[in-house]
């Protein structure tokens, strides 16, 4: 599976200078936050791909403009084709009462009223952040904190990716693009645009988790669209 990942800055050639060349073959596409919702529509419809999406510190304009035909996955495990996808957007808060902004405690929370969905599924393939997990991409300044209970999510699901942005490249001379996390997670950072090539083993087939209800419910779900 090709999987375009972008975030925090609109790449001009995948937009202003659009050359199609670059997109061939992608099935998917997944955004990390701070875009501009007309530039995800753009790609959803250029690229004729899904496009899935969490909110950064940025997208608070997400509200009344969201991205049109684009799914919003923040807070919950999306299933694509078998590739289970959980979203949480937002960084650590900085600003008091700011949109998509978040303590430890909060974020925490956040994770607690997913925990259930995550269970049914048995684990998730990707965790899909704008913020970094605490320690690995981030900076020590508070609005580029990372959060620890991502590297706790990490070690209890060791997902195959983690892919966040928040932390542009020009901001350090220490810019981690890819990092290996201690749980065997590969973590990276995609700011502006980062193409990947997901094998089909990094996930389970369709129905073949190892969760006997959620399995039984994709298989019901498969039977019901091919009686059609």
Known sequence: MKVLVVADEENKGLW?????????GVDLILSCGDLKSSYLEFLCTMVNC????????????????????????DGKVYDFKGLRILGLGGSMRYIPD???????????????KIRRQVTMMNGFDILLTH??????GDLPDLPHNGFQCFNDLMEKWKPKYMFHGHVHQNYSRDFQRETIHPSGTRIINAY???????????????GKTGSA??????????RRRNAF
Do not use: W
């Open 50 to 73: 899904p496009v899935l999406y969490v909110k950064g510190n940025h997208d608070g304009h997400y509200t009344y403009k969201p991205p049109l035909g684009c799914d919003d996955i």
């Open 98 to 112: 700011a949109p998509n902004q978040y303590t430890e405690e909060e974020m925490q929370q956040r994770i607690k």
């Open 16 to 24: 202003d200078y659009f050359d199609p060349a670059r997109v061939k």
């Open 131 to 136: 913020a970094p997990a605490k320690g690995y």
């Open 213 to 222: 209800l959620y399995d039984l419910y994709v298989s019901m779900k498969f």
């Open 192 to 206: 502006d645009s980062y193409m990947i090539e997901i094998p089909d083993d990094a996930h389970p087939a369709p």
